[in-house]
C-alpha cells in the first residue's frame, strides 16, 4: 500500500469565500504515484470546509445568501455563546456544518473518478489568515 | 491490497426522491472479495446524495418537506442566481449540501458492517434522468 | 495491508448531547498499529452523529439551540410524520442529517493528523439508552 500527505495552505481575503481547489488536488494524486485508492480532502480548521459542487459564481452567490440566513455574522455574546470567548466567529462554526468538513474521492486509473460537473472548492467563513487543507491518498 | 470499481445508474421519475439501494451496494462487496476495508458510495452529480438512514415512507416525507423549507424550488433567476445560467436547479445544489454527498462505510467479515437501522439511500433532487453512483471497495 | 475495528457505546443523560470521544479514537489508532493511513469513526444508528468541531461549551449551547430551531422537537404524527410508526425521534433524524453521520481522519506517522483545534464529537439527538459508534483503521 502507497501513502501520500500532503498540507496545503490559503488564505482568503475576505471572510467568507469558495477557492477551486480540484487542480492542486489532481496534483497530489500524480505525485502519489497512485492508481487505484482513496482520496481524502479535508479543512484542518473549524471554521472552514472542503465541499464538492459546480464550479458557478452565482450558485456561489446563493450558498453565501443561503449560510447568513442559516447562520447569521453577529459578534454578540447575545447570539452565539461561543462569542463570550472574545471570539466573533460562532456563525462560522454553524456554516461549516452545513457544508462539511471533509470529501473522500475515489482514485481509478491514477485520476479523480468524478462525475462532469463535480469540483472540489475551499469553503472559507472566517477568512483573512492562512489556514490549512490536508491531503492524504492511501491506496496502489 | 484489493480495490473495486462500480458505477451504478439512477432515474428518478421525480423531482425529487430517495432510493434505497443497500441492496446494490452490498452485491459489489460480495463482488469485491474485500474481506476488511472501506467502501465509499458517493453521487458523480452535483444536484443528488447519498445518505444513510431510516427506510420508512414518513420520514421520507419530513425530510422532502424539510428539504422544500430549507431551500424552496424556484426556476427564477432572482430567487437563485444559478438560474442566470438558464437551469432552473438552484434549490438542488442546496439541498444535496445538507444531505451530503457521500457516506463511507466500514467492510468487515465480507459484510458492510451496520447498526441495526441503517440503511443507504440515493437522493435525487433533480430527477427524470438517468444519473451515475460511484462505489469504490480497498481493503484485503 | 492492517486493519482495525472496535464498537464503541455510549449512554448520554439527556435528549441531546456531544460527547468529546478524540481520546478514544487516539487509543485505537495507537492500538492498530496502523502509522499511515485512514480512520473511519461513524455513528452506528441513524438518530446520532459523530462530527469534528471546537471543545467549547458555548459553541455546544449554540449548536442545539440551532438544531432545535432548524429540527424542534415534536413527538406528534402532525409535525413529524416518521411519529406516525409511534416513536417520538421524527425531529432526530433531522439533527443527525445536518450534523453528519460519520467523519474520516488522516492517520500519519501513527496519529490522528489534525489542526489544532479539531476534536471528534459524537453528537446525540435521542439519547438516555446505549448507542454504538464504529471505529475502522485501515493502512500499514
Do not use: C
Request: hydrophobic share 35%; no cysteine; charged share 30%.
Amino acid at each position: 500500500m502507497k501513502s501520500h500527505t500532503k498540507h496545503l495552505t490559503f488564505n482568503v481575503p475576505a471572510r467568507m469565500g469558495f477557492v477551486n481547489i480540484t487542480r492542486e488536488i489532481e496534483r497530489e494524486v500524480a505525485d502519489s504515484g497512485v492508481r487505484e485508492g482513496l482520496v481524502l480532502v479535508n479543512a484542518m480548521h473549524i471554521t472552514a470546509s472542503v465541499f464538492i459542487n459546480d464550479d458557478e459564481p452565482g450558485l456561489h452567490e446563493d450558498y453565501k445568501r443561503w449560510l447568513e440566513w442559516l447562520a447569521p455574522f453577529d459578534p454578540s455574546p447575545e447570539k452565539y455563546h461561543h462569542n463570550r470567548t472574545g471570539e466573533d466567529n460562532g456563525d462560522a462554526h454553524h456554516k461549516r456544518q452545513i457544508m462539511g468538513r471533509e470529501v473522500v474521492v475515489a482514485v481509478t486509473a491514477g485520476r479523480l473518478d468524478f462525475g462532469p460537473w463535480e469540483q472540489i472548492f475551499y469553503g472559507e467563513f472566517d477568512g483573512r489568515r492562512p489556514k490549512r487543507v490536508l491531503v492524504k491518498i492511501i491506496g496502489e
